[in-house]
């Protein structure tokens, strides 16, 4: 690999799930203001952020391949961040019961020395069983989900919660979709296999 590949995030969850490729990468902390703009679309959120994830550290790699990736969770018009704490999880945790949501994850892989980016969105759609307070208030005391959208751990003991996934790429579900990361990298250059 002739360009040194970054990962612009600081979540645990990608950068486990980018070292499952096996391929070296370092990883930066982008510092990007994720404030949605007005009026601006949940899928368009996502899509700018993982562009501007990747664009915040190119000043420091300029000869790199950089992965910027942003997720949102949505039913209808209504976004579903991290939580941040126990009440606002059971919150969560409670207006998602029964209602099935859009995780969509945006990904860009941005070339810093040519200057192109490959932006694309990848939609899960997760249907959530009809959730008791008692089940919300056990999950959350056994699986503290609060830095994480929708306030549930998929490839943890949040698959309880849920009745259904449909998606192209599980790991898309958990933050970085490998899938369309691969076919990315391959445009690039970059042998994965």
Known sequence: M??????????????????????PFDVANPQTDESALPGEMPESLALRLSEAKARAVAEA????LIIGSDQ??????????????HERAVKQLRAL??????????????????????????????????????????????????????????EGLGIALLRSMNGDDPNALVGLPLIALC??????GVAVL
Do not use: H
């Open 183 to 188: 076919d990315m990298l391959r445009q690039q």
């Open 72 to 85: 949102v969770a949505t039913v209808g018009s209504q976004i579903y961040g991290k939580p941040g704490s």
């Open 97 to 154: 019961s029964g209602k099935t949501v859009n995780f969509f994850t945006g990904l860009c892989l941005f070339n810093a020395r040519t200057g192109a980016a490959d932006v694309r969105g990848i939609p899960t759609l997760v249907t959530f069983r009809e959730l008791s307070d008692a089940e919300i208030d056990n999950y959350l005391r056994r699986e503290p989900a609060y830095n994480c959208a929708g306030s549930a751990k998929s």
């Open 2 to 23: 002739s360009q040194k590949l970054i990962l612009a995030s600081t979540s645990p969850y990608r950068r486990e799930l980018l070292g499952r490729l096996g391929l």
């Open 61 to 64: 790699y300029p000869d790199a």
